[in-house]
């Protein structure tokens, strides 16, 4: 039995981790952790809000309401009931359909609040649950899906999408938490949602990406219920021999998983997104704007646009010739183009019009990018040449919407309501942020469903 693949290793860390999770409260939530939270709820409903739109979400949800016609769990503004796991699943894809959605990348860049939010949103309006046992359980997901995440540094190198695979363990951490489970059962939970997990990185640009935290939300939701039945996992789900960190992994590091657990909170590095595109691009979007509103170069007089970033930044936005606006998200080409064009970089210059625009596929042309490994993920620099060879340079230092340059509670306030209003008008968006910004006082989160749907 020593030599069995899935033998004990006896670590504990699976055990230590889903101990303090069962029990985290509200109230041991430092004053920043409460108010990221509620930051990161805010901005990720917003998202959700905008993405119901999406003729993603219409093929979606077509296919879901025949699954689930008569379900009893609000599908965010579309005027829909499904089911509770068909639920999560459309809700969890409109909230990332946009690539609008927060980004934590201290766990390898999780969009972490998509699969917490979608699978904890129907889970609470089953149940009853108040806001201070809601946040307490969107805290618990971070702290499981970045943990996690930490463990395992070579995850995103073997071509899998960290927000359906760590997003499903994240998942099922904060619906055991929000069901009140015990240690035993939240080891049970984060082993019924590994097992599940998964999300390929070949399926960016297509309608399978935002599928992926819908997905993460629904096993999630589903792990977190089956250990509330009795449903049984691993103990040693992450770090076992056999376990999630070492098979999705090259590279583990399970010291990683419980270190400072306790001292700080992980949703305090959340990172929010100003442009509706992959993370990787913000540096270059901030310098592109820039040099379009400073240099005094109108595009038309562009002779080259240089882009100097991150190799990872290249090597995941390498989309040279983008025919949809889902594709356009991931090139690095028509994120200089069009932002250097429009001076802004929101959901239009990422829709499909935009993306076969005459004038932004001409100056997409004249685009050349390098990299530079020297240079930091959350930093960019841009060089303008016009035709009669003036030139400017601009440099970003750190992206806006990143742990070193955040972005304010104003900004995340005009996100949502610039996301939120065309879904449900503005006098509906206005009150949903501020029964956000008060959450912790809700007896329980039926109003707020109501104002969603």
Not at 400 to 428: C, H, W
Request: aromatic share 4%; with cysteine.
């Amino acid at each position: 039995m020593t030599e069995y693949g899935a033998a004990d290793l006896n670590l504990g860390i699976t055990e230590k981790l889903a101990g303090y999770l069962a029990t985290l409260d509200y109230d041991d939530l430092s004053d920043d952790a409460a108010h990221e939270c509620r930051r990161g709820i805010l901005d990720w409903l917003g998202c959700a809000l905008a993405g119901s739109a999406h003729e993603t979400i219409d093929t979606l949800t077509g296919v879901l309401a025949k699954i689930s016609p008569a379900g009893n769990s609000t599908v965010i503004g579309r005027k829909m009931k499904l089911g509770l796991l068909e639920a999560a699943i459309a809700n969890g894809q409109m909230g990332h359909v946009l690539d609008y959605d927060d980004t934590h990348l201290g766990g390898g860049g999780v969009h972490t609040s998509g699969p917490l939010m979608a699978s904890l949103l129907p889970l609470a309006e089953a149940r009853g649950i108040d806001g201070k046992t809601f946040i307490a359980a969107y805290a618990a997901g971070f702290e499981a899906a970045t943990r996690t995440g930490m463990g395992m540094p070579a995850h995103h190198d073997g071509g899998w999408h960290l927000t359906g695979t760590i997003g499903t363990v994240g998942a099922g951490a904060a619906c055991a938490r929000l069901l009140g489970l015990d240690g035993e059962q939240m080891v049970h939970a984060f082993g019924i949602a590994a097992t599940q997990s998964g999300g390929m990185q070949q399926n960016r640009g297509t309608m399978c990406k935002s599928l992926h935290p819908g997905k993460a939300a629904s096993n999630g939701l589903l792990a977190g219920m089956l250990a509330e039945g009795g449903f049984d996992s691993s103990g040693e789900i992450l770090e076992g021999k056999k376990g999630f960190c070492r098979i999705f992994s090259t590279v583990t590091d399970e010291d990683a998983i419980l270190s400072g657990l306790g001292d700080s909170f992980a949703i305090t590095d959340n990172g929010y997104k100003p442009y509706a595109c992959g993370v990787v691009l913000h540096p270059v979007l901030d310098t592109t704007i820039h040099l379009g509103k400073e240099s005094g170069i109108a595009p038309d007089d562009v002779a080259t646009l240089e882009i100097t970033a991150h190799p990872k930044a290249v090597s995941i936005t390498g989309v040279q010739n983008p025919q949809s606006g889902l594709k356009s998200k991931f090139s690095i080409t028509h994120a200089s183009a069009v932002s250097y064009i429009d001076g802004t970089a929101g959901r239009g210059q990422f829709s499909t019009d935009r993306a076969l625009a005459p004038e932004v596929v001409a100056l997409r042309e004249k685009v050349t990018v390098q990299t530079d490994e020297n240079l930091r993920l959350d930093q960019a620099i841009g060089t303008v040449t016009a035709k009669d060879g003036k030139t400017a340079t601009h440099t970003t230092e750190h992206a806006t919407g990143m742990i070193d340059n955040p972005m304010s509670d104003d900004q995340i306030v005009a996100k949502f309501l610039d996301n939120a209003a065309p879904a449900v008008g503005e006098e509906t968006a206005a009150e949903i942020k501020e029964m956000v910004w008060e959450l912790e006082k809700a007896d329980n989160l039926v109003k707020l469903m109501k104002l969603l749907g």
